[in-house]
């Protein structure tokens, strides 16, 4: 049994069907990507495994480590070890970034005891150093007022921080220019071993040159349509996604 | 003794006091004169009177009450802000009808600041008294107040212990002077607050309301303060009441030319709490930036009534209030802005935000403009909401726990509006009085704003 095993789910968002019967499966130490033209489903599969309230899952199962996500609420699922880096992160007005952080390290991995709060700074330090991240966002306020590749950059940082055993990234290559890319890309690849697995969300081969997957799947319409190695990315890079739509 | 009853005042009573604090003749001639109008006057008329039409009178204000003139020798007073912290605060403590434990320390009186009792300030600092008492109030007809609140006026006749601050020109104090307002006895209270800040002075003053716990008492309050020009003004004023506890507070500043204020309440305890934090812009230049938060629970009334008046040009004004809401409680934020017709150049901007955690709590906002003069920038807004599913989302995925989550929200709510002063101790006290709050909280009734969800896409 997979550590990550999604079968037959079908979900709905604001009483229209999105996912139509989704299979996939995702070890720890491996690497998924998922593509698939806008409005495919992408999002809506990695919401339905974080617990987004909009996603109603109407059947199939989600299994993460032998339980299933779907009974869960959405922390309860993060101290699992489920990890969503959003395509859209959420400004959350006034709420500060350093005590967020705080909580949620504390939630995660305290056992019940605070991480004392110069190890969590220091291990914070290093993180925004990592990801270029400037001593400044300390003072933020969660997303607010953050750019577009501030935001991407912030949920990897979350990742770091965290440190998930499954980290579904939603497009957290769109919006960043190529140095950018390659910082984001490099804190990936630190979390990356066998206790991590990694489901990529994208719609360009550009981050899976920094970061390469064991799989390539491709969902159309709220279904897998095709799955493959590596060389299916540079496919539909080159070609689209015409031809699935006839296949599909 | 002759009787001292709130209803019932009687120049005797008044005189007998007066004469006993030796006070001079011209404060018992004005505080004679004050309750000269305290007998032409009614007590407020919900219906008829529009500042309070938000607050029922009758119902929410009990005047049936004795005036406590005297403090227990031994009552126990909970920890103010500033006992903990090392700051080099003056600190002051009236308690019930006295004034007690006046600490100035030397560092501020080798300035010439001046923290005493009114009635030793109107003997010892005569001048700066008589001048200031009452001018931002009723008892001064030369003054900016008007004449018509009997809550105000009782005061003015009848205020017990009373407290008299001056930071002279040009001193610029750090460590806030601090102080505290604690009711110990049932009963009617009637402090009162005097402060003047001379030409480029530079202060912060802390009013602290505390009290015994399940006091049923009504504590009917003035504090004026005069911001001369050039001077810097901070007031925090703290409503910490631990019981039903009936509050009205006048709470006025005026800033002459260039002086800049900012006041913040922070408004927790108490069954009825009506707190007018006003302010006449009365220099060109001057400007304020009223702020309020507020956290109502069970049974609780809060009426905030913000008023500026620009009454000179180039002057500016900035109301922020924001106040969330629990179980059937009610909040009424009424804020007036007033702009004579000389005061050209005008800006001012209000604003209120009212954050509703469970059913049953209501939040009435009224911004009120009042322009007379068109060559002026205002701008205004209010809105109430509740929590936003998808800010609680973003915080669970992350493995928050909702408790946690709707605490960090409701701190994040407020987060704005306490960063605009850095005063110190301040946002500790004020973030720990509403996480107990936030804490007691049933999260099965917390209200969640799912709008957002829809618009996903
Ligand atoms: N909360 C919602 N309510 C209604 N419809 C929704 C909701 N969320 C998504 N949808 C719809 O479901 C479909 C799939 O959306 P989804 O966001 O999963 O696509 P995606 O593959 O991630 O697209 P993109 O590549 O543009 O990010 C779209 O048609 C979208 O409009
Ligand atoms: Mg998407």
Redesign the pocket.
Known sequence: MADLEIRDLTVE????E??RGVTLDLDKGRTLALM????????????AIAG?P??DVTGGTITWKGTALTELTPDERARLGVFLAM?YPVEVPGVSLTNFLRTAVNATQGDGEDVPVREFMSRLRGAMKDLGVDESFLQRSVNEGFSGGEKKRFEILQASLLRPELAVL??TDSGLDVDALKTVAEGVNRLQGPDLGVLI?T?YTRILRYIEPDEVHV?FE?RIVASGGPELADELEEHGYENLKTTA | MTEFLLDDLTEEALTGRSDAAEEPSWLRDRRLAAFKRYLDLAWPDSRADEFWRSTPFQRRIDVDRAVVTTAPADVEVPASVTDGLDLGSATARIIDGEVVDITLPTAMAELGVVVTDLATAAREHGDLVRTHLGSLTTSDPEGTGGGSDRTVTVNDAAWTAGLFVHVPAEVELDAPISVQVHASTPGAHLPRVLGVLGHHARATLYLEHTSAPELDALVDEVVEVIAQDASKLDVVSLQRWDGPVQHLSLQKVAAHRDASIRHLTVTIGGATVRVLPECDLVGAGAEVRPLGIYFADEGQWFDLQPYVRHLAPHASSDVLFKGALQGHSRTVFRGNIFVHKDAVGTVTDENNRSLILTEGARADATPFLEIECADITAGHGSATGQIDALHLFYLESRGIRRDDALRLIVFGFFRDVLREIAAPGIEDVALADIEARVEAADLSKVQINDAA?????
């Open positions: 968002a604001d009483g229209a999105i996912l698939g033209p806008n409005g495919s489903g992408k999002s809506t599969l990695a919401y987004h909009a996603y395509q939603d497009e969300i719609h969902m709220g | 969800l829809q618009d996903l896409g």
